[in-house]
């Protein structure tokens, strides 16, 4: 073997990867390939009543679910404290590992309140109030490696379908 071809090869082999103490940072990514179609459900309610011929109530309920939904999270990373952080992975001979799964789920929920009046010469009252509540944990997995949407605490997953 030349020169040149040997100053490319490593100095290590698959098979000795994870137990050579000299490999420095070895990390990886991993798809969950049992892949689940991500799907939405929407309910809403409207419930509207005529108080007079000019004035009319309005109430309406609306709620959202998503289920399956692309997420990402990161295997193997140091618990908290003190010391070398390799030290402190499952798996100290690895650095992180990235994942993306089909787990992500979302809920959404608003209550809106509405008041019609119509007065003379064409003079319209219109007032709406909305309460809204969304949350998730997978709003954006993000399109490249550097813009993954991770889980603060990725030993704190309380995964759950809302």
Not at 29 to 53: C, G, S
Not at 113 to 139: C, E, P, Q, V, Y
């Amino acid at each position: 073997m030349n020169s040149a071809a040997a100053a490319l090869s490593p100095f290590f082999t698959t098979e000795i990867a994870l137990t050579a103490n000299t490999v420095g940072t070895v990390g990886g990514n991993d798809l969950d390939h049992n892949f689940k179609i991500e799907y939405n459900e929407v309910w809403n309610v409207n419930l509207e009543r005529e108080i007079n011929a000019s004035t009319v109530f309005s109430l309406a309920y609306i709620r959202s679910r998503t289920v399956h939904a692309d997420s990402g999270t990161i295997s193997n990373v140091p618990l908290p404290g003190p010391g070398a952080i390799a030290a402190r992975r499952p798996i100290p001979q690895l650095s992180q590992i990235s994942d993306i799964r089909w787990n992500g789920w979302a809920t959404y929920q608003a209550l809106t309140l509405s008041a019609k009046r119509h007065f003379a010469r064409g003079l319209l009252f219109d007032a709406n109030w909305t309460w809204s509540h969304s949350i998730d944990d997978a709003s954006d997995p993000g399109a490249t490696l550097n813009e993954i949407n991770l889980p603060q605490n990725v030993y704190d997953l309380r995964c759950r379908e809302g």
